[in-house]
């Protein structure tokens, strides 16, 4: 709830900044007729943020008489944020991005399994550096941070993480003892839905309900609804990937059996297709998706057990919530075309009243690029101007 004139303001510098974040360039006058904002409101605030850089003017319209308006648009590069991408086993994923969500910067860095959680944080530290010492001319507004876990928002500490390295690290408290930015924590599905709502207009404006299921070194689901992300009281809300709907044959990291996270995950889908459980590789993986794509039985059978299986998670979400979209992406994209009609044919037969909704699933592509928008968006949400 907005409760004072102070927060009213910096709502709507918000709202004027991402307003131009998504066109060329526009007026005054347009802004506040979009915005349903007054003239004066908007001109107040705009000339504020052209003091500052984030705004430019721009002689750029015509006119027929009188005074020539001016443009406005975003100096997407006076600010900047980073995102770090922790969810990949063994290494770090790292992009710069600008006020308009262009990539500027990426980068990845390996390490091995013998490295322990401070060489992490020296690296992360490293480089945020170097990045700060290079772009002299923008400003870092913050560093956005995926993880593989539960960020406890009261603790804060990273819980049930699928790479045991960061279990119960507190990687804000470390991290921002050590540089002067702020950083921001969120699991990677909740930033990919947050990515996916920043891109896509339709969905935003009509602040419809979507879910985002993401399936990669374990299962997450992110969930917004009404225009907000449900994360429960401590962030800990929307965890799917223990949900005891699969097989019983094998005990899962929790200690627990039937868990869905043991089947529909990286390792999930290698264990059933080899058969054994081990430490498995990107080419384990690539071994299989080539199996899959050349038409193998077993593969394909594989295929479908994992499909059905994530068929009834998705029918369970959608009773649950009722979106209007469901994402599906991760690790299954090179083989979603193989996955949806099984996924599909199950959800149908689960999902309640089924011919009375669309049941709209949708593949999504390009997972670094949107975890890089989620934490672009992270910080921008928290942005103090």
């Not at 200690?255 to 889908?269: I, R, Y």
Request: with cysteine; charged share 25%.
């Amino acid at each position: 709830m907005i409760k004072n004139t102070l927060e009213i303001r910096k709502v709507n510098t918000k709202r004027i900044i991402d307003y131009l974040r998504h066109v060329k360039y526009d007026t005054k006058k347009n802004i506040a007729e979009d915005l349903s904002l007054s003239f004066a409101t908007v001109s107040t605030i705009c000339n504020e943020l052209a003091k500052y850089k984030v705004l430019k003017k721009q002689n750029i319209l015509k006119s027929e008489g009188g005074r020539i308006p001016l443009a406005l648009s975003i100096d997407e590069n006076s600010w900047i944020s980073v995102g770090i991408d922790l969810t990949v086993t063994n290494q770090i994923n790292l992009g710069v991005m600008n006020l308009k969500n262009n990539i500027i910067h990426t980068e990845q860095i390996s390490y091995n399994n013998g490295k322990k959680i401070d060489y992490i944080l020296s690296t992360i530290t490293d480089k945020v550096r170097e990045i700060d010492e290079k772009y002299t001319d923008s400003s870092i507004s913050g560093i956005g941070i995926s993880i593989p876990g539960i960020y406890d928002n009261k603790s804060g500490m990273i819980l049930n993480s699928t790479i045991p390295l960061f279990e119960e690290v507190k990687l804000k408290e470390e991290l921002e003892a050590t540089l002067p930015f702020d950083f921001y924590i969120e699991n990677e599905s909740n930033l990919l839905v947050k990515a996916v709502v920043q891109i896509d207009q339709k969905i935003k404006e009509e602040k419809m309900d979507v879910i985002y299921l993401f399936i990669g070194e374990g299962l997450g689901v992110g969930i917004v609804s009404g225009g907000e992300i449900l994360t429960g009281s401590r962030g800990m809300g929307a965890e799917i990937g223990h949900m005891p709907i699969g097989s019983e044959e094998t005990i899962c990291s929790c200690g627990n059996t039937g868990c869905a996270e043991n089947e529909l995950s990286f390792k999930g889908f290698l264990r059933k297709y080899y058969g054994e459980d081990r430490k498995f590789t990107l080419n384990d993986w690539n071994a299989f998706v080539k199996d899959v794509k050349s038409g193998k039985d077993h593969a394909l059978n594989v295929i479908k057990e994992e499909a059905c299986l994530l068929g009834k998670v998705i029918s369970v979400m959608i009773n649950l919530f009722d979106p209007q979209i469901l994402f599906i992406g991760g690790i299954i994209d090179e083989i979603y075309d193989y996955i949806y009609p099984y996924t599909l044919e199950e959800a149908k037969k689960r999902v309640l009243l089924s011919n009375y909704r669309d049941i709209n699933i949708k593949k999504t592509i390009d997972k670094d690029k949107l975890i890089f928008i989620g934490c672009n968006q992270l910080v921008f949400e928290n942005w103090i101007i």
